[in-house]
């Protein structure tokens, strides 16, 4: 496995694997004016808007995951399908920690979305109260409710 900064040459590739992970993680769980919002378009441009902070896992040339940082969050992080199960995500939080160092970090994850939950808890993260979140869509903010993990890495 190989992780990098993001390129140009991989907006598509974010893209896709955003969209497609997000539908997977979140559309249960949000309302469906949000999930209405979720198009390819919203998530080519949302990527192309942050692909300055994106790394991306790599394996056999194939996009295996990516995150995003925005300052001391952890914006964004996802591990494709198929690859999902492999350590893709492991890897992927050592290296958005590592990134993260010397800082209080934190991540909002979806009230509902239990599996990226348990995952984060077994990376150490600490789970807080649920809150109110805006996240971002093309027609102006929504809100979401979300529970606010922090992990220490000062």
């Known amino acids: 496995m190989q992780i990098e900064k993001a390129q140009e040459a991989d907006l598509e590739a974010i893209a896709a ?7 997977q993680a979140h559309a249960e769980v949000v309302s469906p004016e949000l999930v209405g919002t979720r198009t390819p378009s ?15 896992a790599r394996i056999d040339g194939a996009m295996a995951g990516f995150f995003m940082l ?7 992080f996802y591990v494709d399908a198929a690859f ?8 992927l939080m050592a290296e958005a920690e590592a990134a993260l160092a010397g800082r209080l970090a934190w ?15 077994k990376a150490g ?7 109110v979140y805006p996240v971002e869509t093309a027609s102006g903010p929504q809100s979401v409710t979300a ?3 922090e992990k220490d890495l000062r």
């Open 42 to 56: 919203e998530f080519a441009a949302r990527t192309a808007a942050h692909l300055a902070q994106t790394n991306v």
């Open 125 to 131: 993260w600490t789970r807080g109260a649920a809150e």
């Open 107 to 121: 991540l909002a994850c979806s009230v509902g979305n239990d599996r990226a939950a348990a995952f984060y808890e």
């Open 147 to 149: 529970w606010r993990f």
């Open 70 to 76: 925005e300052g001391d969050e952890l914006y964004q």
């Open 17 to 23: 694997l955003w969209h497609a992970g997000w539908h």
């Open 84 to 91: 999902q199960g492999q350590g893709v995500a492991a890897a």
